[in-house]
RNA sequence: GGCGGCAUAGCCAAGUGGUAAGGCAGCGGUCUGCAAAACCGUUAUCCCCCGGUUCGAAUCCGGGUGCCGCCUCCA
């Protein structure tokens, strides 16, 4: 496998510190308000890598913090007249809301700033003892001229860094660059007692210390969004390799950003979008096919037009999937609990059918151990349902018994190939069994919407058996303006929503 | 000023040396009472521009243009 690592700037070759496992911290949300669609880019795409992982049989570690003490949490919590850790709180809670949401499973471990305040006293000491970091009046700053290797993983010249460029410099410390471990508190703000006195951890150290707790020096993946790499990385690594002496993490992966109109989407620029409002909008598999069809490394745009093209796309892949699951039905070969290995006689269209299956199969792991390339493995979906569709289209009816079997083979097959892409992918929400669950639709919320549909496709079938036309399709025609399509098959009539929206969801987030 | 990214058909998008994946939209056909869905066929002589290397480049090198990002908190 093949991974882009930011320290080196080359594709490298996936070596695992211990065969078989693989560690990885994810840098979560400070938690001061709703996550956005930017920041869920990141988290579904170090979700996919996770799920990967788990497919290709690493025993996985995962890690993803949350930062709910931070001068952001509390200046909101100061506005909002609330305690700054009950804020963040909310928010924690917000953003598992959320996730869950778009099928981005729990990490094994979502470690809080507040709840490692005795860790991070502890590094600090260390970084204190070995000269990598001195105290000014109650703060303590990390002294980056002790750290040679600074800027290794932003590619920075100290000498060209534009110090104060941007933001006033604090004369107190050495180095313009030198950063808080430690920061005294003050009047009104939260604080821990500490040896330096009360106080609260800067930004970077706790992402240094909870990941050196849970996953130990040389860890598999540190991971994060591109705005991360400087300073708040470049600093972590600075924090780690000069308390312990050892290599931070082995493999660095940044995730690009999504933009709005080719700009970033950020809280300073107002263009953000909630994603608990896009989700009013768009069912949640099309906001996670949506941002998985883009390479993770790429920018990616987002627009109203670019979800629904995402979501004319989506319907295709859902229709395949319906297509094979009532053709199995139809079949009586629902139960799949056991494909069966026989040797049977090949016939051609089965057995050439079983061969591009597994052919798919095989080029769905080649995108993906290519630096998780989501976009093209996206595109073996759509070759498996094209197989699908077109084998079910032109299988005859008549069939002996050893190619009925072969095709109940290759048809298992095909669902369980579904399964297994959508398990990394995890676009559809799935059964106990794993088995991919199609809802109608996110919004379906009224349980008489079932049985009136019904109801009136069966009255329209009865004008369709007297050849009345006119009244067939004034029906049809009425329930599509309402946004319910009705397409007649062979095998009965079958109904859905209109999966793309008209209008465009108009202003940002608040 | 330093560092970095992006530019592929109407739209989205993969592709880092071997002669342009996939999706959406469009067009023609099959199927259908008509549709829809599905299937078949079709849609970039060319990958921002100029030059170079090579038998061969969207892919490598040099130069240029445009857009964006980081250097302050942001995934």
């Not at 040797?343 to 061969?355: I, R, V, Y």
């Not at 397409?487 to 929503?497: H, L, M």
């Amino acid at each position: 496998m093949k991974i882009y690592n930011t320290l080196t700037k080359e594709k490298e070759e996936f070596k695992p510190r211990e065969p078989g496992k693989v560690s990885i911290y994810v840098c979560g949300p400070t938690t001061y308000n709703f996550i956005h669609l930017g920041n869920a880019r990141s988290f579904i795409f170090f979700d996919t890598v996770r799920r990967y992982f788990r497919y290709r049989g690493y025993e996985v570690r995962y890690v993803q913090n949350f930062t709910d003490m931070d001068d952001k949490i509390i200046n909101r919590a100061w506005e909002e007249k609330e305690n700054p850790l009950f804020l963040a709180e909310k928010y924690v809670q917000a953003y598992f809301y959320d996730a869950q949401a778009l099928n981005i499973q729990k990490a094994d471990i979502h470690p809080k700033v507040s709840q490692h305040i005795p860790e991070i006293i502890d590094l600090i000491k260390v970084l204190i003892e070995k000269k990598h970091a001195y105290l000014v009046d109650q703060d303590v700053y990390f002294d980056i001229a002790t750290f040679a290797d600074y800027g290794k993983l932003s590619g920075r010249n100290l000498d060209f860094i534009q110090a104060g460029a941007r933001v006033e410099v604090d004369v107190r410390k050495k180095n313009p660059l030198d950063f808080a471990l430690w920061k005294a508190a003050k009047p009104g703000e939260p604080f821990w007692e500490s040896p330096w006195g009360l106080g609260r951890p800067g930004w970077h150290i706790e992402c240094t210390t909870m990941a050196l707790k849970y996953l130990g020096s040389g860890f598999d993946i540190h991971g994060g969004g591109n705005d991360l790499i400087f300073p708040h990385h470049e600093n972590e690594i600075a924090q780690a390799e000069a308390a312990t002496g050892q290599p931070f993490a082995h493999y660095w992966i940044h995730s690009g950003y999504l933009t709005v109109n080719q700009e970033k989407m950020s809280k300073s620029l107002g263009n953000y979008f909630l994603v608990r409002e896009i989700l009013k909008k768009f069912p949640p598999e099309t906001v996670r096919f949506f941002l998985l069809s883009t390479h993770y490394r790429s920018p990616q745009d987002f627009s109203e037009e670019n979800l629904n093209n995402a979501a004319r796309g989506l319907e295709r892949l859902k229709t395949s999937i319906i297509l094979l699951q009532e053709a199995l039905a139809r079949f009586g070969w629902s139960d799949t609990s056991q494909s069966s290995n026989h040797k049977f006689q090949t016939t051609e269209s089965e057995a050439a059918f079983l061969a591009t299956l597994n052919k798919l199969e095989s080029d769905f792991v080649v995108a993906m151990e290519d630096d998780f390339n989501t976009a093209l493995a996206l595109s073996k979906l759509f070759d498996l349902a094209r197989e699908v569709n077109t084998y079910l289209t032109q299988r005859p009816e008549t069939k002996n018994q050893q190619s009925e079997e072969l095709a109940r083979v290759a048809l298992v097959k095909a669902k369980e190939l579904f399964g297994s892409f959508n398990e990394v992918l995890g676009i559809f929400k799935t059964d106990v069994r794993g088995d991919i669950v199609l809802e109608r639709s996110f919004q379906e919320k009224d349980a008489l919407v079932e049985p009136l549909i019904n109801l009136i496709i069966r009255l329209r079938q009865e004008a369709r058996v007297k050849k009345d036309w006119v009244s067939a399709d004034k029906i049809r025609n009425s329930l599509k303006e309402l946004g319910i399509v009705l397409e007649d098959t062979p095998t009965g009539v079958r109904w859905k929503y209109k999966e793309d929206n008209g209008p465009v969801i108009s202003g940002a987030g608040s």
